[in-house]
Nanobody
C-alpha cells in the first residue's frame, strides 16, 4: 500500500521561499518517477516538476522553471520541492504524486498515487 504525505506548506510573501516535503511509504519503484502538481481554486491540476527516481533527471513546467527545484533523498524515501522567488500566482494546493512506470510527461493520468496536498499561499 503506497502512502504519500506532504508537509511544508504555509503562507509567505511574494519573493519568499518554501520547501515542501513528500514522505513515501510502501513505494519501491526505484526506476520510476515522482512529481509535484498544484491546483489553484477554480483551475485544473497542473504539473510543476518531476524527477526520475533512478537517474535523478528532472523536468519542470515553464511556469516554475528557474524558481523551483525538485530533489530526492532515496535513503529516506522523501522528495522535496524547493520553491524560491514565489509569486501570488503560485498560490495553490500542492500534491506529490508517484508513478508505477517511467514518466514521459507531467500529466495527472501518469500518476496513480497521490498525497492529500499541502496549501501554499503567496501574498
Amino acid at each position: 500500500h503506497v502512502q504519500l504525505v506532504e508537509s511544508g506548506g504555509g503562507s509567505v510573501q511574494a519573493g519568499g521561499s518554501l520547501r515542501l516535503s513528500c514522505a513515501a511509504s510502501g513505494y519501491t519503484y526505484n526506476r520510476n518517477c515522482m512529481a509535484w502538481f498544484r491546483q489553484a481554486p477554480g483551475k485544473e491540476r497542473e504539473g510543476a516538476a518531476r524527477i526520475a527516481t533512478g537517474s535523478g533527471n528532472t523536468y519542470y513546467a515553464d511556469s516554475v522553471k528557474g524558481r523551483f527545484t525538485i530533489s530526492q533523498d532515496n535513503a529516506k524515501n522523501i522528495w522535496y520541492l524547493k520553491m524560491d522567488s514565489l509569486k501570488p500566482e503560485d498560490t495553490a494546493l500542492y500534491y506529490c504524486a508517484a508513478a508505477k512506470h517511467v514518466c514521459t510527461g507531467l500529466t495527472v493520468t501518469e500518476f496513480p498515487y497521490w498525497g492529500q496536498g499541502t496549501q501554499v499561499t503567496v501574498s
